[in-house]
């Protein structure tokens, strides 16, 4: 079946470590993004890329870093820059670069610090 | 600037109760699109309609229903005949015209619906 593969599903943390959450897609989207979630809240967006080997910061990219060498493929690292790490992560991608497609999102990822 | 704005934080109902989650929205563009999700506990958000700003037809599919409003900048979702399954964070969000890739999230409805 086509969809968002995300992973791990939790990942943990430690001070001054820099971690990286993997996302792929086999739905031949050639918009990939990345949200933070936090309780209560909606979704924020980090880092979009409409196309391979090019990306751009969204609202909070600080402490975030992302590549995207193939099309299915757009992981996002977390940095020890990053001091509130603790978040719900969701990846997603988009059919068209145009406006007004749906973005269909992955089950996500729950960071958490030890 | 474009925004989204869900109201209600958190909704509870008895099953087997209509219940409407309302999305008030902010633009500029005469151009866009808005759209309903659902995140269930599992946590995924699950894409359940798409309107454009030149269709003003309500729909339904099933017991959800969809209210579009330009008047009142509003596009409100009613569930009718809730179910436990429906109990989840509805979130409705905003994508112009223009811009490709901003599309904005409301901060959601937490929809609990009790047996």
């Known amino acids: 079946d086509g969809g968002i593969t995300q992973s791990p599903k939790y990942l943990f943390r430690k001070e001054g470590q820099n971690v990286t959450l993997s996302c792929e897609q086999n739905?031949?989207?050639?918009?990939m993004y990345w949200y933070r979630q936090d309780p209560g809240q909606g979704l924020r967006l980090i880092y979009y890329s409409q196309i391979v080997n090019d990306f751009q910061k969204g609202d909070i990219a600080e402490g975030y870093s992302v590549s995207r060498e193939k099309k299915e493929s757009f992981p996002l690292t977390v940095t020890s820059a990053q001091k509130n790490p603790t978040a719900f992560y969701l990846c997603?991608?988009?059919?068209?670069?145009?406006?007004?497609?749906?973005?269909?999102f992955g089950d996500g990822t729950r960071l958490s610090i030890l | 600037a474009q925004k989204v704005t869900q109201a209600q934080t958190e909704i509870s109902v008895v099953e087997k109760e209509d219940v409407t989650l309302d999305c008030v929205y902010e633009?500029?563009?005469?151009?866009?699109?808005l759209f309903w999700y659902k995140q269930p506990p599992s946590g995924e958000l699950v894409f359940l309609i798409r309107?454009?700003?030149?269709?003003?037809q309500n729909e339904i599919s099933g017991r959800y229903s969809w209210n579009f409003q330009k008047s009142t900048s509003s596009f409100n979702f009613t569930i009718t005949a809730s179910q436990v399954v429906d109990s989840a964070v509805y979130f409705c969000?905003?994508?112009?015209?223009?811009?490709?890739?901003?599309?904005?999230f409301g901060a959601g409805t937490r929809l609990t619906v009790k047996p």
């Open positions: 309107r454009n700003s030149f269709d003003e």
């Open positions: 633009t500029r563009d005469t151009t866009y699109y």
């Open positions: 739905l031949n989207h050639d918009a």
């Open positions: 969000a905003l994508s112009e015209g223009g811009n490709n890739n901003d599309m904005r």
């Open positions: 997603a991608s988009r059919q068209s670069r145009t406006g007004g497609q749906p973005q269909h």
